[in-house]
């Protein structure tokens, strides 16, 4: 990335990049895995910042599978990769409290989902879960109602993604790979990218994906 870092990420591993007030970064797949033709599973995700860290020095960490705490037992294995839930906490700094945790079950097994937290989604990932007797199969981004006491059972052997935290402190406005709680900000960050002031990652400075055409419309959450 912009910071220089440069490393691989491998199964389990956690890479937490803090964009703040701007980073620009590259993945690459290396060559050796390219010809055996090997198979990526992996999940990225963007957590906002609060307002208040909005424009912070951008940040990157990376955790290794043994940092990650977790929580074995009753046919569940629950690998928490950032805030706190059921009694365990990640080393993972943040914004603002929330929960992000990689959950198996095995078939018949179940696990609650943290009532404390007013913002809570599942994400399926494999296997089918029932949820207060309905069912869900993979690919689905389920929201619940806060305060709704939630308990997760696995139809089959499941896997899928956990997450809460506190409401966002006003709205979003999200274009391509820019977030920002100011539409200003954004239309600033789109001339800068345009006009390359972004720091460059080192040794692939020739790479630069242009602002896409014709522009996307800008999205705002909620």
């Known amino acids: 990335d912009s910071l220089g870092t440069e490393l691989p990420i491998r199964p389990g591993e956690l890479n937490w990049m803090t964009a703040g007030r701007g980073i620009v970064h590259s993945e690459r797949t ?5 010809a055996t033709g090997s198979k990526l599973f992996g999940i ?4 906002a910042l609060s307002a208040k860290d909005e424009e912070t020095t951008p940040d990157f960490v990376h955790y290794d599978a043994g940092e990650m705490p977790m929580l074995n ?5 629950v690998r928490l990769i950032a ?7 990640s080393p993972v700094k943040t914004s603002s409290p929330m929960f992000y945790a990689d959950v198996a079950l095995r078939a018949g097994s179940s696990v609650p989902l943290d009532p404390d ?3 809570r989604a599942v994400y399926t990932v494999s296997g089918e ?4 007797g309905d069912v869900f199969p993979p690919g689905e981004l389920l929201v619940f109602r806060p305060g709704d006491r939630i308990t ?3 139809r089959s052997d499941a896997r899928f993604m956990m997450l809460g935290g506190e409401p966002m402190d006003g709205p979003r406005f999200i274009w391509w790979n820019f977030v920002s709680s100011r539409q200003d900000r954004i239309e600033q960050a789109k001339a800068d990218w345009k006009a390359a002031r972004f720091d460059t990652v080192p040794g692939d400075e020739a790479e630069f994906i242009p602002l896409p055409e014709p522009p996307p419309p800008p999205v705002r959450y909620p």
């Open 117 to 119: 937290y007013d913002e």
């Open 129 to 132: 879960v029932e949820i207060s």
């Open 152 to 154: 997760i059972r696995a």
């Open 73 to 77: 037992g009753d046919g569940k294995t």
């Open 30 to 34: 290396a060559q050796e895995l390219r």
């Open 83 to 89: 805030g706190s839930i059921l009694g365990a906490s």
């Open 44 to 47: 990225q995700s963007w957590v």
